[in-house]
């Protein structure tokens, strides 16, 4: 298994340009995320999906969409790109049993610059 | 609100020398607390999930331990590869759908030889 893929690595946008994260997982996960990390700081997480369908906002969702077509892929999308945008994303699964805690993996990162 | 507060922010040790982080946490029902490490340019890797007070988890050099507002991952012996920053996240019981997690700002940990 792949686990969680995530492209590109890297990118470096123009402010008001758009772009698509793309975040593909292998292990049939129910649950993905995406979350974006700043410099020092913790990850913080802009939308989930409980599956294909079904999308909803975390803590900083302005300035970003998703949607959720398949299990498998869970893209990200910017519009109208803004500094304040330049980070780390991370895109992340897990599975949901519907008993315990269930565990996010995580993706290798994608590194985006607004400039 | 949920809050999450690990200290310290960075933590310089010599190889072999023991230390603790501290992960404190702030929720009004506690569904899990988990561990993740994070090498630099790398996406969190899982390490351990702690779900009530009292539980202990190991995993080589590591031990987290976890009591009802805080938890601690003790590093014993540590060498150069564990160097890293590890991050504590919470997930509380009213949040539970979706399985949201709530980071808090990690500890970057350096051994040096």
């Known amino acids: 298994n792949a686990g969680v893929t995530q492209t590109p690595k890297f990118r470096i946008l123009k402010i008001g340009q758009s772009m698509t994260l793309q975040c593909t997982q292998d292990?049939?996960?129910?649950?993905m995320y995406w979350y974006r990390q700043d410099p020092g700081m913790g990850l913080k997480l802009i939308y989930y999906s409980v599956g294909a369908g079904i999308t909803d906002k975390g803590e900083v969702p302005n300035g970003y969409n998703v949607s959720r077509s398949t299990t498998e892929d869970f893209p990200l999308r910017l519009e109208l790109a803004a500094p304040s945008q330049t980070s780390v994303y991370f895109c992340?699964?897990?599975?949901?049993?519907?008993?315990?805690?269930?565990?996010?993996?995580f993706g290798p990162g994608t590194r985006l610059t607004v400039l | 609100e949920d809050q999450v507060t690990q200290s310290p922010e960075a933590l310089r040790l010599q190889e072999g020398e023991s230390s603790s982080l501290n992960c404190s946490y702030t929720v009004s029902g506690l569904r899990g607390l988990f561990w993740y490490r994070q090498d630099p340019g790398k996406g969190p890797e899982f390490l351990f999930t702690?779900?009530?007070a009292g539980e202990e988890k190991e995993k080589e050099r590591l031990k987290a331990t976890l009591t009802k507002k805080e938890s601690f991952l003790h590093i014993t012996a540590p060498k150069p590869e564990d160097s890293a920053t590890y991050l504590c996240?919470?997930?509380?019981?009213?949040?539970?759908?979706?399985?949201?997690?709530?980071f808090g700002g990690g500890t970057r940990v350096l051994v040096k030889p």
């Open positions: 292990m049939n996960h129910n649950y």
């Open positions: 992340a699964s897990s599975p949901h049993s519907g008993g315990a805690t269930d565990t996010q993996y």
């Open positions: 702690l779900y009530s």
């Open positions: 996240a919470v997930q509380e019981l009213i949040k539970a759908a979706g399985n949201k997690l709530t």
